[in-house]
């Protein structure tokens, strides 16, 4: 049993969502990663890199469009392919949003990483070791730090109201787009940048994963290697990418007069204090519960849910467990790195996209390669193809090694 918990601060200023941008293993920006998504194309492929010769894992999504061809020669050389990709999906967004006409001082930035500029420490140590210490960047340091996107995002778009970057492992980007609508609830700007990103497609990171044993070994099915929810999954896959919402306060967006594309009605964020890997499901109610209460809703008005589902035999069956404690069967599931791969710390900003556009559009994405669903997972999971629902309310679970958890809800607008 869990305890009936006090009322969540939050302030009674609507959040809402006017600009979306992405860039995925599905496709360069929103629209071409959201008609992936539906049509169920794996992003998924083997990594035929020199360095993952000798792996034991050699699965990867990269990124369908290398960031570096949309940005100027100088920002390519220092900047590290996660804070490029963070740029281009802040860009989209931005632009997406009509490119609000706000003061600098009233303009924020939240953006997360899990792993920051890693494939940076790895590059120029290796250039210091073969080439020795004066062949190291100059720009190393700026490139490798984890809040480098955040700081990148911030110059690009002249935001002076406040450069953020939660690092919170895989829950880092939604992190960032609940630390971004805490910002504006409390009266701090009138729009901020949140989202996050990742690059970590590497030899040493995933000889890591692979050492822990949380990567799928799928090798000759490569497309078929994600497969949450589904009796056969061995692990997730590592992915890369980013994803970037422009948050404002309703009534600033309502007097300038954007498209809205749904509220950001509810927040739950909560640790475990349990173990660095492995999650508790009490933790992850708690944050459904927290979610839906500051939302103002009941599990009922929930119709949709985006599972972080990473397809880790463990992970999936412990959020199964905890998203049918908390809100019941009812709810329409998905998970949607069964395409994308995990993004690590881009997951969760990516994945809110999904959710908002779920909303939006009233479709629910459909899960690939859940061919036999685990008997343990007591949801209805959509599978095989998209379906249509009146979708008034969908949340978006989001958790992290170290036992972070954060549940977004997002409802129709107003």
């Not at 109610?285 to 589902?309: E, F, K, M, Q, W």
């Amino acid at each position: 049993m869990h305890p009936s918990l006090p009322p969540l601060p939050g302030g009674e200023e609507e959040i809402v969502v006017t600009g979306l941008g992405m860039t995925t293993p599905q496709g360069g920006d929103v629209q071409s990663t959201w008609d992936g998504l539906m049509a169920g194309t794996s992003g998924v492929r083997l990594l035929d890199a020199p360095w993952a010769a000798d792996l034991p894992v050699r699965l990867g999504a990269p990124v369908r469009e290398d960031p570096g061809l949309m940005l100027d020669r100088v920002a390519r050389r220092r900047m590290d392919r996660c804070q490029q990709l963070a740029v281009v999906a802040a860009r989209q967004a931005w632009a997406d949003a009509g490119a609000p006409e706000v003061e600098p001082e009233r303009l924020a930035v939240v953006f997360g990483t899990g792993m920051g500029g890693g494939g940076t420490l790895v590059e120029q140590y290796d250039r210091c070791q073969e080439l020795g210490p004066d062949r190291v960047s100059p720009f190393t340091v700026t490139m490798l730090m984890p809040n480098g996107p955040a700081a990148a995002v911030s110059m690009d778009l002249g935001a002076r109201g406040g450069a953020h970057a939660p690092t919170s492992a895989c829950a880092s980007g939604a992190e960032a787009i609940a630390l971004g609508a805490a910002l504006l609830r409390r009266g701090l700007a009138d729009v901020v940048v949140a989202g996050g990103t990742e690059a970590c497609l590497g030899r040493l990171s995933i000889a890591a994963f692979a050492r822990m044993g949380a990567l799928s070994r799928r090798h000759d099915q490569p497309e078929g290697a994600s497969r949450p929810f589904d009796s056969g999954r061995d692990g997730f896959v590592m992915g890369e990418g980013a994803g970037a919402l422009v948050l404002e306060r309703g009534s600033f967006a309502r007097a300038r007069g954007p498209k809205i594309a749904a509220r950001l009605a509810g927040i739950g964020m909560t640790s475990d204090a349990h173990d660095m890997t492995a999650p508790s499901p009490d933790g992850q109610i708690r944050a459904i519960r927290h979610a839906l209460r500051s939302a103002g809703l009941s599990p009922y008005d929930v119709t949709h849910v985006n599972a972080h589902a990473p397809g880790t035999q463990v992970g999936d069956r412990v959020e199964a467990a905890a998203v049918l404690e908390a809100l019941g069967p009812h709810p329409l599931v998905t998970a949607t790195k069964s395409v994308t791969g995990h993004l690590i710390g881009g997951a969760g900003a990516v994945e809110a996209i999904f959710t908002v556009l779920a909303v939006r559009d009233g479709i629910v994405p459909p899960t690939r390669n859940l061919d036999d669903q685990d008997s343990d997972v007591k949801l209805e999971i959509v599978a095989d193809r998209p379906r249509h629902a009146r979708i008034g309310a969908a949340i978006s679970n989001s958790f992290g090694f170290g036992g972070h958890n954060v549940v977004l809800a997002f409802t129709r607008p107003g």
